[in-house]
């Protein structure tokens, strides 16, 4: 029997593994997941056979890469009908993108990224790469400053030194930053993820004092010049009003 330490570690490689494919965004092989969990590539086969079989996982017909398999829409499925946070700020965020015009998103952090829960798109055309179940850094924009603003201080701290890449000044402005953002509980930026749009995002934090996520506008800046206090103030209400539901 093994013992708990390693039926853990097996147990986080099988779910690195997937995690792996599904921020891919693309069929990828192999040899990419083994690099990604840092796993020998004869365990990584096992993973995924096992991954295939409860139907996580499918390899693509044409090229034999890894893909997310029929199970994941079911999964898919069932946090859509049951995940509280989007239902609670479902319509919250769809009168506010009604209000403002341009797109808003719903966002959380998992590990060291933020992933889109849910993205409502304005009818006006926005060339942005926040996109339903896509990931990004929890260090570069205002979705993500706006979450790491209020994560536990331990885990903030090791993301801002991986970020920072020994750089002192980075590290020491960034957490200028997000001092600034805990005052104002709303972040913006600027051409930090996507060149051209401006951003402003809103935590949700539970009754709790839980972080729960974030809600992001997003616009191209010559479409909000001289509209950026108005859409900070009603992106940030509207996170108050989905705070207070959780």
Request: proline share 4%; net charge neutral; charged share 20%.
């Amino acid at each position: 029997m093994k013992q708990p330490a390693e039926s853990s570690s097996v147990i986080d490689r099988v779910l690195h593994a997937l995690t792996s494919v599904a921020r891919a965004g693309r069929p990828i092989g192999a040899k990419q997941i083994a690099a990604d969990i840092g796993a020998p590539l004869s365990t990584v086969y096992r993973l995924l056979g096992s991954l295939k079989q409860w139907g996580l996982l499918q390899e693509h017909a044409n090229t034999g890469l890894f893909e997310p398999g029929p199970s994941s829409v079911q999964l898919a499925w069932g946090f859509d009908q049951n995940a509280q946070l989007v239902i609670q700020s479902r319509d919250e965020i769809r009168a506010l993108v009604q209000r403002t015009g341009e797109s808003v998103g719903l966002l959380v952090p998992i590990n060291d990224a933020l992933v889109c829960l849910s993205m409502i798109e304005s009818e006006q055309p926005l060339r942005c790469s926040f996109a339903r179940g896509r990931t990004h850094p929890l260090t570069r924009g205002a979705s993500a400053k706006a979450l790491l603003a209020f994560l536990p201080q331990a885990k903030a701290d090791l993301l801002i030194a991986g970020s920072a890449h020994d750089d002192a000044e980075s590290a020491v402005a960034l957490r200028v930053q997000l001092e600034e953002i805990r005052r104002r509980r709303f972040a913006t930026s600027e051409s930090e993820v996507d060149i051209g749009v401006w951003g402003v995002s809103a935590p949700l934090i539970s009754d709790a004092g839980r972080l729960e996520g974030t809600i992001t506008l997003m616009a191209p800046v010559a479409r909000i010049a001289g509209r950026e206090a108005e859409l900070a103030q009603l992106t940030r209400a509207a996170a108050d009003r989905i705070s207070y539901k959780l």
